[in-house]
């Protein structure tokens, strides 16, 4: 038997990169119990918290990869360990320093957002096609708001239907909005855990000066992860505009009387807490507002909700990763959804809304369950 040999360099390395959280943790094993990948897979946190604080790390372990960042096991350690940043740190060594293999379709995402500026690998230009199609104006210094769709709404003709519903909804309020089009990209928030920060820095300066120089003073954004990396990663850069997430914007509408409704959506409706949107920044009442004050709407709760809710498996990077059918935390969801009787799962999130869209064609429930936009369900009321 050979003894295997701390890697001292590889720890210092970790330490340099975010991952001093580590050394406070000390092997309680909340996280690993905590982890919503245990209730499809084997999955240790604690082991793997273990092995880069003696320093015993294989850079190619597929476990590196499989954190999705939803912030359950952050909340709950007892000790204050940030796990994300140990896990974000572990994959800037992969990325950045080349000590194993990027997972093949995120190094081709992540390829595509640090050329063209979206993971789609779609040319710049088309990026405003979608607002052109709707008749939505240029953003100038002189807009109110700047409407940010997050680039999955942008290109993927399957779930642009936010945009879309965000737009009519924004437009029968009489908000004053516009967008950038092709002069935006990406936000780089699932490209910053994905532990490529060269190309998060060169997005958010990108970013940063362009709305600088556009004039924008308030963003509106349908993705958490825009809103999170937006709110609290900009700042650091210089960033000095005001982000909302739509659903605040449309609970704030309805308090101050500007948004009402003239029709009914007779739906049992469930909500879904995006971990961005939910842990990361304490949302939680603002979307369920909204959804009470659609007439019709019977609002249901899933077994674990708010702070306690099952991510649907798209954060860290994994919106571009296989995840095996069984090993989907969409799917069990979904299940629960039905199981509770429910006509509709809400959503607030477009990743939230592509991985439920995937696991209704997987689990092949199409016509037992819709999956929605809370956008979409708004506009159909009003």
Known sequence: MSATVPDKEAVDLLLE???????????????????PWNLVRDFSSRRLMYKV????????????????????????C?????NIDVMRALRKVVSEVGAAKVPDSLRLSVKNIATVGNPQGESEENRGEWARALGVKPFTPET??????????????KIRRIAQSTVEVL??????????????????????????????????QGN???????????????SPHCYHTFKNEYPEFGAEFEVVHFVQLLDQLIEEGKLTFSGEVKKKVIYHD???????????????????AIPGVELLEFPDSRQNAICCGGGGGRIWMDTPAGERFSELKLQQAIDAGADVIAVACPYCMLMFDDSVLSMDKEGAIEIKDISELVLEAI
């Open 17 to 35: 990169l975010g991952g001093d959280t580590c050394k406070i943790c000390f092997q309680c094993g909340t996280c690993t119990a905590t982890c």
């Open 53 to 76: 604080q003696l320093g015993l790390i294989d850079f190619g372990d597929e476990d590196l990869w499989t954190c999705a960042t939803c912030g359950a096991c952050v909340k709950r």
């Open 78 to 82: 007892p000790r204050g360990v940030a």
């Open 144 to 157: 109110e708001v700047l409407y940010f769709s997050c680039c999955v709404p942008a290109f993927d003709a």
């Open 171 to 204: 437009n029968k309020v009489g908000i004053d909005f516009g967008v950038l089009g092709s002069k935006e990209r990406c936000c780089g928030e699932s490209v910053r855990k994905a532990g490529a920060e060269a190309i998060f820095l060169s997005l958010a």
């Open 208 to 222: 940063i000066e362009t709305f600088s120089e556009s004039g924008v003073k308030k963003v509106v954004v349908s």
């Open 274 to 292: 995006p971990c961005y949107l939910g842990r990361h920044n304490d949302i939680y009442d603002e979307p369920r507002r909204v959804l009470q």
